[in-house]
């Protein structure tokens, strides 16, 4: 009878939803009720509150890798419940479907998620699953170079990309120089990748947010996951330790150093003779203590290890003993203590984390004849940052406020070179001139935001966020605005809008002079101003639940400020500059472009298509002449076609199709000789006049699995590479002998095997 | 297992990846076709000295640079004012003595060719002259000296060359050393030119000084830099060379020359007043 009278209220629906199998909150769920058409998604601790009428409610709750969650329930008030997920069997049919349909009810756009079940999914390179180059599939995101593990983002750089593993800021993401990750898919859960509509809690980069999220250990089971690959293989346990903690650990190693060990040993005993050894590895670890429904608090700890390392022992015609040693390691390191408290429907989260990333390059000569000389050099790039974070969230009606600070500490040390030995004399020398001691920075920000749902069919989510840093030299005040709008056009369909401002304090070089990429942070100064971006954006949403046909279409507009580059290459040992110096500042950018994903489940088949049209250039007082110029990760299209196939309970296989413009390359237009005896020189009139060869690149992958009858999971997975051996060129160039154009590939064909087994 | 997998890695990179070179198939090099190329300098004191080649296509190999059909022209504020004379099939001059040449006006060359059209070069300006202070001589041993140049009031970017053109018995000594260039910091005013050759058995040398205008250091260093980045195919960005020649491609620039008698004392090296 109250329901009846009151028939024209409007009540809330909230609650929060979980994993069944471990009880994890699932943000961004999809919650829709079917009859009125009205949405919304959970937010990040599992929480939705959902506005309607009196009466009747056909609730249906969806995510990734989630059977989908339905019931009526009859409203007569406002009503909280507690929404359980079922985990699904196998999840490889849903790759990006549910990104695209948790992104029609959300107000922000520009997100998308990707777990590691789709992670899983895409062919690699190695065989191996890569979080980054998953990524690289979803629009507006291409890796640059091919085989590498990073990102560019709509027009950006690849050092305006914020990494956060559980919190914790990661400098550099890259294994094997590169081509591998640092994220392993055994502990990720999820990842959120910001381009667009950046939420005001992010900040401190221009492009974009990767938001990486591990996974809980099993609070039912003790669990065991082994993976063997050609490149690298990786254990992972999880195990519950009583009621309230839970414990998982995963980690990966390479074993190319174990082909060395014949040449190490005859080095030891004959005294001479050389070796190379390279080696990875990486941990991730995480506690988490859940004493009652309302708190939750985890430890989470990250170390990524890369270490190179030459070792050459010869006897010189002198008669001289000779012994050289060149080592390069690069670490990372972070840890987070994060706790989560849910006060119902008002949500606290501080946490604390600390990260580390150093780069150290270290040459030791040894000569011994009638005396003995040592000589040691030792380059050295690190930077060190403690911050912590506190967000409150708060829940209501028609409100979602959301505020909270973050302070940053930052210690920088980009290029100190120490003679640690010359002639056996101990010295000590820094290269850096005018400043002996490392940099130091703090970053403080705070941010206010607020979801407000205006009427049935529009809501908006307004921000502001500031930021102070303070440096070496000067202090630097911003304010940034975010804005975004969302108007439901059908219960299908949904139009969104946003603006956001973006300041980046902390700025990276890549010295790509050395065979391995060197990453080198630098502060912001009165010299280095912070860097800048301001982004429109625009799209259409449109979800087809019944026909399981989704689709998104994303323009933008990016304009860019006090960009910075490397000038040339810098032999740092030579230089006698600071890297700070070394190069060029105050640059200008502009992107702009169309994203378009679509993705459709037919029968057995999953087919996702991503596709970019876009235009990105630079502009720099001292890079061509202070003309515009093509980025030089600029593709005007970028098309991946990703289809899924589920054959049966034990066979799986998809396959990647990926097709872009080349990479922007400067050529000569001419040659010029103005003396017969010396010479001349090539005529290169401006950067990226030309570009490479059409890229385009066939991938395959097929899994075998089954369940032993122990119960335990095994899985095979043969990977193609490049299934057709195109030879796409990374660089081109003339022979000044022939006067040929010649090009380098850097990947062919390349098979891979991996096994899995799982307790 | 592990070693049977690390193994077949390891053979699947050796024989599938990394830096395979080959010629580009399928893609047509767009050659904007040739052109005329323009090099050249003016001076007041030297006249004019300049080459006018064909611009050859890099794709060719770099063919025969040669052309026959060109005549060169001095202009002086954007009009013809004098034609310089063909040394060879390259190398064209004007002397000084042929035409004034004023300090206060604005010169250009002009390159024209019945097969390639027109080129010519954008006005150039004449720098002030170099203030010279003093000359300090340093022996560091036997076979390297030090002239280091110091001035009132000149940047790292003033771009100068040096040219030693003779010593005190009248020896002719060539040593072209090119200033302006240093990763110093910008706060110094001196050049230095290194010699290997038995000056310190001399009591004097002539030194030819050279200023040129701002375009030359532009120029310079655009050279420099596009040939660190060429030399390097994996580095991203190579660094044009600049260029002020409209219908062509090549350089133009005028300078200032300057000659000064240097008496060489390994106590106190000075400059005839």
């Known amino acids: ?759 | 297992m592990k070693i049977f997998i690390a193994t077949l890695l390891t053979a699947i990179l050796a024989f599938t990846s990394c830096e395979i070179e080959s010629d580009v198939h399928g893609y047509s090099y767009k050659y904007p076709g040739d052109k005329l190329a323009l090099i050249g300098y003016i001076s007041p004191q030297n006249g004019v000295e300049a080459s006018v080649t064909r611009s050859t296509s890099p794709a060719d190999g770099y063919g025969d640079p040669v052309l026959a059909d060109v005549t060169l022209f001095l202009c002086e504020d954007g009009e013809e004012v004098a034609e310089c004379h063909t040394i060879d099939d390259i190398h064209y001059t004007l002397d000084a003595k042929d035409y004034h040449i004023d300090t206060n006006r604005k010169y250009s060359l002009k390159a024209v060719s019945k097969s390639l059209g027109t080129a010519y070069s954008k006005p150039s300006s004449f720098p002030s002259p170099l203030q010279l202070d003093s000359v300090v001589y340093e022996k560091n041993d036997d076979w390297y000296h030090i002239l280091t140049f110091y001035f009132f009031n000149e940047s790292p970017q003033d771009y100068c060359r040096f040219h030693m053109t003779k010593y005190g018995h009248g020896l002719a000594y060539d040593n072209n050393v090119i200033g302006g260039f240093s990763e110093l910091p910008k706060a110094y005013s001196h050049y230095e030119i290194n010699t290997h050759d038995d000056i310190h058995h001399r009591d004097s040398a002539f030194v030819e000084m050279r200023k040129y205008a701002d375009e030359m250091y532009i120029y310079e260093k655009s050279l420099r830099d596009n040939f660190k980045s060429e030399t390097d195919p994996y580095f991203d960005n190579v660094f044009p060379v600049y260029d002020n020649i409209t219908g062509g491609y090549g350089f133009v620039c005028t300078y200032i020359s300057q000659s000064v008698m240097i008496m060489i004392n390994e106590e106190k090296t000075y400059i005839p007043k």
């Open chain 1, 1 to 759: 009878m109250t329901c009846l009278l009151s028939n024209a209220q409007k009540v809330t629906l909230s609650g929060i939803v979980i994993s069944d199998s471990d009880g994890e909150i699932v943000p961004f769920a999809s919650c829709v009720d079917i009859s009125s058409g009205k949405g919304t998604t959970s937010n990040n601790y599992g929480h939705f509150a959902l506005l309607t009428d009196v009466g009747e409610v056909k609730l249906t709750i969806s995510s990734v890798g989630f059977d989908p969650y339905c019931n009526t329930i009859r409203l007569c008030a406002d009503t909280s419940i507690v929404v359980s997920l079922h985990h699904k069997e196998t999840q490889i049919k849903e790759v990006t479907v549910s990104t695209v349909r948790s992104q029609r009810e959300h107000v922000l756009m520009g997100r998308q998620t990707v777990t590691s079940e789709q992670i899983r999914a895409i062919p690699s390179l190695t065989g191996e699953p890569d979080l980054i180059k998953a990524v690289s599939f979803l629009p507006g995101v291409n890796t640059g170079k091919e085989g590498y593990s990073n990102i560019y983002v709509r027009g950006g750089d690849r050092g305006q990309n914020l990494f956060l593993l559980d919190g914790i800021k990661i400098y550099s993401t890259n294994h094997v120089g590169g081509f591998l990750s640092m994220f392993n898919t055994n502990i990720v859960k999820k990842a959120d990748l910001y381009k667009g509509g950046f939420p005001a809690q992010f900040g401190g980069r221009t492009s974009s947010i990767i938001d990486i999220v591990t996974k809980d250990g099993s609070n039912d089971n003790f669990g065991f996951k082994a993976d063997v690959g050609l490149l690298s293989s990786g254990l992972m346990i999880e195990t519950p330790i009583g009621n309230k903690l839970t414990f998982i650990m995963a980690g990966r190693t390479s074993y190319y150093d174990l082909f060395q060990l014949k040449d190490k040993h005859e080095m030891q005993n004959t005294g001479v003779g050389s070796y190379d050894n390279y080696r990875f590895y990486d941990v991730n670890a995480k506690l988490t203590w859940k004493p009652n429904n309302t708190h939750r608090l985890s430890l989470s700890f990250f170390h990524g290890n890369d270490m190179q390392k030459f070792c050459n022992r010869y006897v010189a015609y002198t008669g001289e003993k000779e012994y050289e040693l060149s080592k390069l390691t690069v670490y990372n390191t972070g840890l987070s203590l994060t706790l989560l408290s849910d006060f119902g429907g008002t949500f606290w989260r501080n946490s604390f984390s600390a990260s580390t990333y150093h780069n150290n390059m270290d040459d030791y000569e040894e000569s011994i004849g009638k005396q003995k000389r040592v000589n040691e050099v030792e380059i050295e790039t690190n930077i060190k940052d403690l911050t912590f974070q506190s967000k409150i969230e708060i829940e209501r009606h028609h409100n979602r406020l959301k505020t909270g600070l973050e302070l940053s500490a930052y210690r920088f040390c980009p290029g100190m070179s120490h003679v640690l030995k010359e002639n056996d004399i101990v010295n000590d020398i820094d290269s850096i001139i005018g400043s002996d001691k490392p940099a130091k920075s703090v970053e403080a920000a705070v941010y206010l935001s607020d979801e407000l749902t205006l009427s049935d069919k529009a809501s908006i989510e307004a921000g502001l966020r500031t930021v102070a840093y303070f440096c070496r030299d000067t202090n630097y005040y911003r304010v940034e605005p975010r804005l975004a709008a969302k108007y439901i056009l059908s219960p299908k369909m949904s139009l969104k809008a946003n603006f956001t401002v973006m300041n980046q304090f902390n700025h990276v070089v890549v010295n790509n002079n050395d065979a391995m990429e060197k990453e080198i942070w630098l502060a912001s100064t009165r010299h280095l101003k912070p860097q800048h971006a301001r982004q429109v954006a625009v799209g259409l949403f449109y979800g087809n639940e019944d026909k399981k046909i989704n689709f998104s279409i994303e323009a933008f507009i990016k304009k860019m400020n006090n960009l910075i580059e490397y000038h040339t290459p810098i032999d740092e040992s030579e230089s006698v500059l600071s890297i700070e110096q070394s190069v060029n500042t105050g640059g200008i950018g502009r992107a702009r472009g169309i994203e378009l994903m679509a993705a459709a489940d037919i029968r057995k088949l999953n087919i996702n298509l991503s596709y970019t049209l876009s235009k990105s250039q630079r502009r720099f007082k001292d890079i061509n002449f202070n003309r515009w110029y093509t980025f030089i990760y600029d593709r005007t299209h970028d098309i991946n076609l990703l289809g899924l196939w589920r054959f049966n309970n034990n066979w799986s296989a998809s396959a990647n199709f990926a097709l872009s413009t080349g990479t922007p390359v400067t050529l000569p237009v001419g040659y010029i000789t103005y003396d017969r005896k010396n010479g001349g020189y090539g005529v290169y009139l401006s950067v990226n006049n030309y570009r490479l060869p059409l890229f385009h690149r066939l991938d395959f992958s097929t899994t075998y699995e089954r369940v032993t009858p122990h119960g335990h999971k095994s899985k095979w997975t043969a990977n193609i590479y490049n299934l057709y051996a195109r030879n796409n060129a990374t660089a081109m160039f003339f022979d000044k002998g022939t006067g040929r154009m010649r090009q380098i590939a850097m990947f062919s064909i390349l098979p891979t095997l991996t096994y899995t087994f799982t307790l």
